[in-house]
């Protein structure tokens, strides 16, 4: 009688090991299906800075600021510099949800910060990076506010 009941118990451990697992299984796949879903929409924003950029649209002006009378005030130079500080913007966003879901090794995500330090450094740009941020994740956010800021006067 003891050994059926040991076996029971082996058995019944052995389902509930299995559901553990099935079920990590899953959870670990669904984070990977929203991390796909975050790198599609972070490969759109880079398609859409990409046509506004080659035909002379500055998307801070036309989609933020919703002027598309900004005229002569940037150059072209100054249009594609100001859209791609906001593709990097959008990388490393995309980055730290790929961080936050265990998708990224830790060195790589430092490596990710010390670029993310220097796009946030550049003191012209900004104003780009005041606009936005109300419209990333506030753990984004708070990595971001622990920066130093050369540009403080």
């Not at 050994?3 to 899953?26: D, M, P, R, W």
């Amino acid at each position: 009688m003891n050994i059926e009941k040991i076996i029971n118990s082996l058995g019944v451990l052995s389902v509930v090991a299995s559901l553990l697992f099935v079920g990590l299984e899953l959870r670990q796949s669904q984070r990977i299906a929203q991390a796909g879903q975050q790198q599609d929409r972070t490969a759109s924003f880079f398609n859409l800075l990409g046509s506004t950029s080659e035909a002379g649209i500055d998307w801070q002006s036309v989609v933020m600021e919703v002027n598309s009378d900004y005229g002569e005030e940037y150059n072209l130079a100054e249009i594609v510099r100001r859209n791609i500080y906001h593709a990097h913007l959008f990388t490393y966003e995309n980055d730290y949800f790929q961080y936050s879901q265990g998708l990224m090794p830790q060195e790589l995500w430092d490596s990710k910060l010390k670029a993310l330090a220097f796009f946030y450094n550049q003191c012209d740009m900004r104003e780009l990076w005041t606009s936005r941020q109300q419209f990333f994740p506030s753990g984004y956010i708070s990595i971001i506010n622990t920066i130093p800021d050369e540009c403080v006067e």
